[in-house]
């Protein structure tokens, strides 16, 4: 049996522009992609999740893409490791090529998985992707992490000028005739995996050009349509590149920039400081005592709180999987500085209901909201759900 390499899809649902996928197939052997619907995660997920739903249906893409060209994408149902333990015996794998992740569950699952191939003699090779800088590519001189967004801002855009290969685009979509022939295979369905479809509709990949040329503008007003992005949910799996938005954003609006290094400022917070997940940034503010009036927190949830732009954004939220990020700050400020409850709880019910739900960037908006994130003076910003209303609706 000849050797081949596997590329394994994660947060990086795509064909182009996809760096490992690029590095595997410039690699000397064929290659086989791979995607695993891991067993750890879903046992956690409602059946109706929409996000398992948009998954199965950009996974269904890429592999019809596949097999119009005499391809396949081999999909699995299990954990990783029963997965590459059964691969590794129906194949004879060389090497595995993956895009790098930063939550804490996926960094604990990686280092196994690679001690685990490692043992069988495989290679294992992992790239950048999901991010324009990692978390030591932009640091204080003195070689510390950046806690405040401002600074890391201004090195991370003289990072920038200086690497010119940060935005480089990777030809994986004109390379896949490296991919090995395969006969084509079935994807577990999703009432096999234990769900049942979303009726929730997902954002385009595509948006106008007019939007981000306006973003500065149009951004911080919820009612319009064309005010935002959505790019959330794609920038969450990976089904567009981040290169290519930031490279555009370059040319077209410094705001929207801006935004995506944010993307990144509080991804190197997550990766330095794995605490956050549980425990707020700045310590002395887990002594802070909070009400946490369940009754309270339910209207919350329901939009049921009589202001009615933060009712507005939880209803929105729970019927489509999208708020507004104007919104999202008011209604994480309502929370924890009118009801006085728990960051920890907002977060966990935004973790999920949101499409876009991303641990890093979810985590430091609630604690940046809550008082107790990276932000310097935190502690007196409240968002008033009047003047808000006035302002933004």
């Known amino acids: 049996m000849s050797k081949v390499a596997i590329h394994w899809f994660r947060r990086d649902l795509r064909l182009e522009d996809n760096r490992a996928l690029y590095k595997a197939l410039s690699s000397d052997l064929p290659v086989v992609p791979v995607f695993i619907f891991d067993k750890h995660i879903l046992n956690e997920l409602p059946e109706d999740d929409a996000r398992v739903t948009f998954i199965h249906r950009e996974v269904k893409a890429i592999q019809k893409k596949l097999q119009e060209n005499g391809k396949d994408l081999r999909v699995y149902y299990g954990t990783p ?30 280092r196994k998985i690679t001690e685990l ?5 495989i290679e294992v090779h992992t790239f950048k992707d999901h991010v324009i800088f990692e978390k030591d590519e932009v640091l204080k001189s003195d070689g510390d992490p950046y806690v405040v967004f401002t600074p890391y801002k201004k ?46 509709e997902f954002p385009e990949r595509e948006v106008k050009r007019s939007v981000i040329e306006n973003y500065d503008k149009t951004r911080n007003i919820p009612s319009l349509e064309d005010g935002t992005s959505r790019l959330g949910i794609h920038f969450r799996f990976g089904t ?128 940046w909201e809550a008082g107790s994130g990276t932000d310097a003076a935190p502690y007196f910003r409240i968002f008033n759900p009047s003047t808000q209303l006035e302002k933004f609706d």
């Open 81 to 110: 490791e029963e997965v590459y333990g059964q691969i590794s015996e129906d194949m004879n794998v060389g090497a595995v090529y993956f895009n790098r992740d930063y939550e804490p569950y996926a960094t604990d699952r990686d």
């Open 117 to 121: 191939l490692k043992e069988k003699g």
């Open 155 to 200: 090195t991370w855009l003289e990072r920038l000028k200086d690497d010119k290969k940060a935005l480089h685009h990777y030809e994986s979509e004109s390379k896949t005739d490296g991919l090995l022939d395969l006969s084509p295979s079935k994807i577990p369905s999703l009432k096999d995996m234990g769900f049942i479809p979303s009726g929730i």
């Open 240 to 367: 567009i590149s981040i290169r290519d938005k930031a490279r555009k954003a370059k040319d077209l609006n410094d705001t929207y920039l801006s935004e995506l290094i944010w993307r990144d400022f509080y991804s190197q917070i997550l990766a330095h400081f794995p605490r956050v997940v549980s425990e707020s940034f700045r310590s002395k503010y887990d002594a802070i005592k909070w009400r946490n009036n369940e009754k309270e927190f339910a209207l919350w949830c329901k939009g049921k709180t009589g202001f009615p732009l933060v009712d507005a954004g939880m209803r929105e939220l729970n019927s489509t999987g999208y708020m507004h990020n104007r919104v999202r700050m008011l209604t994480a400020s309502f929370l924890t500085k009118h009801l006085l409850i728990d960051w920890r709880w907002g977060e966990a019910y935004f973790a999920e209901k949101l499409l876009d739900y991303d641990l890093a960037s979810n985590n430091g908006g609630w604690q």
